[in-house]
C-alpha cells in the first residue's frame, strides 16, 4: 500500500490512501493516531514479533479496493467479504513480517533522511505547487489510523524489504553454458507436415440405436436420479420493506428535534499543540523542559524537536479535540489546561509529548435542517422495529395450525409467495437459498406432518413462515425425458473409439511406407506443411505446435511420426522433418538481453526459495 500512495508508476490506484481507506478508518477517528484502540491488540505473532488487529484491517481494506480496481462489479460479493480475505492478507502480513526480520539481521537499514525524504516527496501530501502540506499529510495519516511514526516505520519496511529483494534478485547471474543451452532449446526451429482428422467427419458416420440407448439407461439409473423436492408457500417479513409504508409528520421530526435539542450537552472542543519526543530520549527531554521555562516560543521548540513530522512544520497543532481522540492521559492533561498553558512530560504508547492548548470553543446545537433527514429516517426507523416486533408475533400466533398462509398474509396485510419445486441443495430465488429456510422446509414437521413452520429468523429483522404445497420423492426420470442426452453420450463415446481407430489405422499404414500425402487422399483429407517454425508461431495451431515440439528429434533423414487429440476433439498426425538449433538462429547482439532476463528469472526464483526458507523456519502464533 505504502509504495502505492508513494509511486503512481507502480499501477493500481494510488489514490488508495485518500479514497478507501479514508472511508473504512474515519469511522477509527484520530484515537488511531497513539494506537490506543483496544483493535490494535496483538492477533498474531511472528518469531515473537506481534501483527495487530488493526494491521489486518487496513490491509484487508486496500485489498479489497485492489480487486475491485482491477475487476470492478463483475467481483462476486463474497470474494470481498473480510472472511474472504483475512487468511490470504494474513499471509501477506507474515510473510512481510519475515522479510523485514531477516533484512534487519543481514544488517540493512533506512536512514531518516530517505524516509522524510520519501515522505515530503510524495504527491499526495502535496500541494498543487508541489510543496509539502503538513496539515494535509497529518489528516491524511489519521484517517486510515496511521501516526507519523508508525506510517515511517511501514515506510523504513518497505525500503528494507526492497533493499533485500535486490540484493537477492539482482545479483543472480546464469553462466554463458546456461544460456547457451536456453537458446538451442527455446529458439530453436522445426519443419513437419500434419493433417487433421477432423472429428465431425467422423461423427457423421455414427449412428446409436434404440436398444443401446435403452440398454444405457437401465445400467445407469443413478445418472438420471431426481433428488426429492419440495414446493412452500412462504410469508417473508422484512423490516426494510416495511420502511416505505411508515409515514412521519413534520410535527413528529419538530418535536424530536426539539427533545434532542434539550437533552443535549454541548462538550468543549480543545485546540491543542504537542511536542512529541518518540524515544523517550531523557536527556532531548530535560533540555526542552529548560527552554519551556525560559518561555521560548513552543511552535519553534516543537518545529526544532518534535518527532511528529505530521504537526511539527504547524507548530506541532493537532487541531480539535472533544476529549475523545487521543489516549486518556493525554486528553485528562489538556483538560486540566487553561489557554496558554503547557503540561509537563506526558507519556503514551507514541512516546513522550509537551502538550499546549491553544484554543477552546463550546460545540453549537445542530440547526433543526441539518438534522432533519436524519430524526426523520430514524423515527420511521424506530416505527418499523416496533411494527415489526407486532407483526413477528401475530405470524407466529397465526400460523400456528393454519390450513393455508393464504388467510394467515391476508390478516396480516402481506402477500403469500411460493418457491416452486426445490431440492435440499436450495432453489433459484434468493430466500430458498437460505440454509435455515431449506431445513425447515424438509424438516419433519413440514414435509411429514404438514404443519406450519416456526417462524424462522433469517436475520435481526427479517422472519419468514413456511408451508408445504406440493413434494415429489426422489425417483428416476422416464425414459422419454433423458434420451437424447444419452444418445449424445453413446454418440459421443462412439466418435472417440472410431477416432482412435482410425488414428491407429493411419499409423499402421504409414509403417508400412504409405506416405501422409497418400493417407490424406485416400481420406479426403489435407496435408500441411510447416518449415522452420518457432515454438510460438501464430500460423500453426495452438495442439498441432506443442505436439510437434515434444516429438523426439528424428534421426538423420527419417520423419518420426506421432499422434495427438487437439483440444476440439479432432485428431491430428504430425511427421517430425527436421530440428534447428536455437544458436543457429539467435542474434548474437541480444544474448546481453538474454542473459538478462535469465539472471532476473533465476533471482526471483531464489527470491521464492528465501521467502519458503523463511516460512518454514519461522515460529508463528495465531
Same mark, same amino acid.
Given at each position: 500500500?505504502?509504495?502505492?500512495?508513494?509511486?503512481?508508476?507502480?499501477?493500481?490506484?494510488?489514490?488508495?490512501?485518500?479514497?478507501?481507506?479514508?472511508?473504512?478508518?474515519?469511522?477509527?477517528?484520530?484515537?488511531?493516531?497513539?494506537?490506543?484502540?483496544?483493535?490494535?491488540?496483538?492477533?498474531?505473532?511472528?518469531?515473537?514479533?506481534?501483527?495487530?488487529?488493526? !494491521?489486518?484491517? *487496513?490491509?484487508?481494506? @486496500?485489498?479489497?479496493?485492489?480487486? %475491485?480496481?482491477? /475487476?470492478?462489479? &463483475?467481483? #462476486?460479493? $463474497?470474494?470481498?467479504?473480510?472472511?474472504?480475505?483475512?487468511?490470504?492478507?494474513?499471509?501477506?502480513?507474515?510473510?512481510?513480517?519475515?522479510?523485514?526480520?531477516?533484512?534487519?539481521?543481514?544488517?540493512?537499514?533506512?536512514?531518516?533522511?530517505?524516509?522524510?525524504?520519501?515522505?515530503?516527496?510524495?504527491?499526495?501530501?502535496?500541494?498543487?505547487?508541489?510543496?509539502?502540506?503538513?496539515?494535509?499529510?497529518?489528516?491524511?495519516?489519521?484517517?486510515?489510523?496511521?501516526?507519523?511514526?508508525?506510517?515511517?516505520?511501514?515506510?523504513?519496511?518497505?525500503?528494507?524489504?526492497?533493499?533485500?529483494?535486490?540484493?537477492?534478485?539482482?545479483?543472480?547471474?546464469?553462466?554463458?553454458?546456461?544460456?547457451?543451452?536456453?537458446?538451442?532449446?527455446?529458439?530453436?526451429?522445426?519443419?513437419?507436415?500434419?493433417?487433421?482428422?477432423?472429428? !465431425?467427419?467422423? *461423427?457423421?458416420?455414427? @449412428?446409436?440405436?434404440?436398444?443401446? %440407448?435403452?440398454? /444405457?439407461?437401465? &445400467?445407469? #439409473?443413478? $445418472?438420471?436420479?431426481?433428488?426429492?423436492?419440495?414446493?412452500?408457500?412462504?410469508?417473508?417479513?422484512?423490516?426494510?420493506?416495511?420502511?416505505?409504508?411508515?409515514?412521519?409528520?413534520?410535527?413528529?421530526?419538530?418535536?424530536?428535534?426539539?427533545?434532542?435539542?434539550?437533552?443535549?450537552?454541548?462538550?468543549?472542543?480543545?485546540?491543542?499543540?504537542?511536542?512529541?519526543?518518540?524515544?523517550?530520549?531523557?536527556?532531548?527531554?530535560?533540555?526542552?523542559?529548560?527552554?519551556?521555562?525560559?518561555?521560548?516560543?513552543?511552535?519553534?521548540?516543537?518545529?526544532?524537536?518534535?518527532?511528529?513530522?505530521?504537526?511539527?512544520?504547524?507548530?506541532?497543532?493537532?487541531?480539535?479535540?472533544?476529549?475523545?481522540?487521543?489516549?486518556?492521559?493525554?486528553?485528562?492533561?489538556?483538560?486540566?489546561?487553561?489557554?496558554?498553558?503547557?503540561?509537563?512530560?506526558?507519556?503514551?504508547?507514541?512516546? @513522550?509529548?509537551?502538550?499546549?492548548?491553544?484554543?477552546?470553543?463550546?460545540?453549537?446545537? #445542530?440547526?433543526?435542517?441539518?438534522?432533519?433527514?436524519?430524526?426523520?429516517?430514524?423515527?420511521?426507523?424506530?416505527?418499523?422495529?416496533?411494527?415489526?416486533?407486532?407483526?413477528?408475533?401475530?405470524?407466529?400466533?397465526?400460523?400456528?395450525?393454519?390450513?393455508?398462509?393464504?388467510?394467515?398474509?391476508?390478516?396480516?396485510?402481506?402477500?403469500?409467495?411460493?418457491?416452486?419445486?426445490?431440492?435440499?441443495?436450495?432453489?433459484?430465488?434468493?430466500?430458498?437459498?437460505?440454509?435455515?429456510?431449506?431445513?425447515?422446509?424438509?424438516?419433519?414437521?413440514?414435509?411429514?406432518?404438514?404443519?406450519?413452520?416456526?417462524?424462522?429468523?433469517?436475520?435481526?429483522?427479517?422472519?419468514?413462515?413456511?408451508?408445504?404445497?406440493?413434494?415429489?420423492?426422489?425417483?428416476?426420470?422416464?425414459?422419454?425425458?433423458?434420451?437424447?442426452?444419452?444418445?449424445?453420450?453413446?454418440?459421443?463415446?462412439?466418435?472417440?473409439?472410431?477416432?482412435?481407430?482410425?488414428?491407429?489405422?493411419?499409423?499402421?499404414?504409414?509403417?508400412?511406407?504409405?506416405?501422409?500425402?497418400?493417407?490424406?487422399?485416400?481420406?479426403?483429407?489435407?496435408?500441411?506443411?510447416?518449415?522452420?517454425?518457432?515454438?510460438?508461431?501464430?500460423?500453426?495451431?495452438?495442439?498441432?505446435?506443442?505436439?510437434?515440439?515434444?516429438?523426439?528429434?528424428?534421426?538423420?533423414?527419417?520423419?518420426?511420426?506421432?499422434?495427438?487429440?487437439?483440444?476440439?476433439?479432432?485428431?491430428?498426425?504430425?511427421?517430425?522433418?527436421?530440428?534447428?538449433?536455437?544458436?543457429?538462429?539467435?542474434?548474437?547482439?541480444?544474448?546481453?538481453?538474454?542473459?538478462?532476463?535469465?539472471?532476473?528469472?533465476?533471482?526471483?526464483?531464489?527470491?521464492?526459495?528465501?521467502?519458503?526458507?523463511?516460512?518454514?523456519?519461522?515460529?508463528?502464533?495465531?
Amino acid at each position: 500500500m505504502l509504495q502505492n500512495i508513494r509511486d503512481n508508476s507502480k499501477g493500481v490506484v494510488s489514490g488508495i490512501l485518500i479514497g478507501l481507506l479514508v472511508v473504512i478508518f474515519a469511522l477509527t477517528g484520530a484515537e488511531t493516531l497513539f494506537n490506543s484502540d483496544p483493535n490494535a491488540r496483538s492477533v498474531i505473532k511472528v518469531n515473537g514479533e506481534a501483527i495487530s488487529e488493526m !494491521e489486518i484491517s *487496513r490491509a484487508t481494506a @486496500t485489498q479489497k479496493q485492489q480487486i %475491485v480496481d482491477r /475487476y470492478g462489479d &463483475s467481483v #462476486p460479493p $463474497e470474494f470481498l467479504s473480510d472472511e474472504y480475505l483475512r487468511t490470504p492478507v494474513v499471509e501477506n502480513l507474515i510473510q512481510r513480517a519475515l522479510l523485514v526480520q531477516k533484512a534487519k539481521e543481514s544488517g540493512l537499514t533506512a536512514s531518516d533522511s530517505v524516509i522524510n525524504e520519501q515522505i515530503v516527496r510524495t504527491p499526495q501530501f502535496q500541494q498543487e505547487s508541489g510543496a509539502f502540506d503538513p496539515i494535509r499529510y497529518q489528516s491524511l495519516l489519521r484517517n486510515v489510523g496511521y501516526t507519523p511514526s508508525t506510517y515511517k516505520k511501514a515506510l523504513v519496511e518497505d525500503v528494507l524489504i526492497s533493499q533485500l529483494t535486490s540484493g537477492v534478485v539482482d545479483t543472480s547471474f546464469s553462466t554463458p553454458a546456461e544460456i547457451d543451452k536456453v537458446i538451442a532449446l527455446n529458439f530453436q526451429t522445426r519443419s513437419f507436415d500434419y493433417l487433421v482428422l477432423p472429428s !465431425e467427419k467422423v *461423427r457423421e458416420e455414427v @449412428t446409436v440405436s434404440d436398444a443401446e %440407448v435403452l440398454q /444405457y439407461y437401465e &445400467s445407469k #439409473p443413478q $445418472e438420471f436420479t431426481v433428488p426429492e423436492e419440495v414446493a412452500v408457500d412462504y410469508i417473508d417479513l422484512n423490516l426494510d420493506n416495511m420502511l416505505d409504508n411508515i409515514d412521519i409528520s413534520e410535527d413528529e421530526i419538530r418535536k424530536q428535534y426539539e427533545q434532542n435539542r434539550a437533552a443535549f450537552v454541548a462538550a468543549p472542543e480543545r485546540q491543542v499543540a504537542h511536542i512529541l519526543i518518540e524515544d523517550n530520549d531523557a536527556a532531548v527531554i530535560e533540555e526542552i523542559t529548560g527552554k519551556l521555562a525560559a518561555d521560548e516560543d513552543f511552535a519553534d521548540l516543537a518545529r526544532q524537536y518534535s518527532d511528529d513530522l505530521g504537526s511539527k512544520e504547524e507548530g506541532g497543532d493537532l487541531g480539535f479535540t472533544t476529549g475523545d481522540t487521543f489516549p486518556e492521559n493525554f486528553e485528562t492533561a489538556l483538560a486540566a489546561l487553561a489557554v496558554g498553558e503547557v503540561s509537563a512530560p506526558v507519556v503514551t504508547d507514541a512516546g @513522550t509529548h509537551f502538550i499546549k492548548k491553544l484554543s477552546e470553543r463550546g460545540v453549537e446545537v #445542530p440547526d433543526f435542517e441539518s438534522e432533519r433527514d436524519r430524526i426523520a429516517a430514524q423515527l420511521k426507523r424506530d416505527q418499523a422495529e416496533h411494527e415489526f416486533v407486532g407483526l413477528v408475533e401475530r405470524l407466529r400466533d397465526l400460523s400456528f395450525n393454519a390450513e393455508s398462509l393464504a388467510d394467515v398474509a391476508a390478516e396480516l396485510g402481506v402477500t403469500v409467495q411460493n418457491t416452486g419445486l426445490i431440492p435440499r441443495t436450495g432453489g433459484d430465488n434468493e430466500i430458498s437459498r437460505e440454509s435455515q429456510f431449506v431445513a425447515a422446509a424438509f424438516s419433519v414437521d413440514v414435509l411429514e406432518h404438514e404443519n406450519s413452520s416456526e417462524v424462522i429468523e433469517l436475520a435481526p429483522t427479517r422472519a419468514a413462515v413456511l408451508k408445504k404445497t406440493d413434494y415429489k420423492a426422489s425417483h428416476v426420470s422416464p425414459l422419454e425425458d433423458v434420451s437424447d442426452r444419452i444418445t449424445a453420450t453413446l454418440k459421443e463415446e462412439k466418435v472417440r473409439e472410431l477416432m482412435t481407430a482410425k488414428a491407429a489405422a493411419f499409423k499402421q499404414e504409414i509403417a508400412a511406407g504409405k506416405s501422409l500425402e497418400a493417407i490424406a487422399a485416400d481420406n479426403s483429407l489435407e496435408v500441411k506443411t510447416v518449415e522452420d517454425t518457432g515454438r510460438n508461431s501464430p500460423d500453426v495451431e495452438r495442439d498441432v505446435l506443442f505436439h510437434a515440439f515434444s516429438i523426439a528429434k528424428p534421426a538423420a533423414s527419417q520423419p518420426v511420426i506421432d499422434g495427438v487429440v487437439l483440444g476440439s476433439g479432432d485428431y491430428a498426425i504430425v511427421s517430425l522433418k527436421s530440428v534447428a538449433s536455437g544458436a543457429d538462429q539467435f542474434p548474437a547482439e541480444q544474448k546481453s538481453i538474454l542473459a538478462a532476463q535469465l539472471a532476473s528469472i533465476s533471482g526471483q526464483n531464489e527470491f521464492r526459495n528465501l521467502q519458503n526458507l523463511l516460512q518454514a523456519n519461522a515460529k508463528i502464533k495465531q
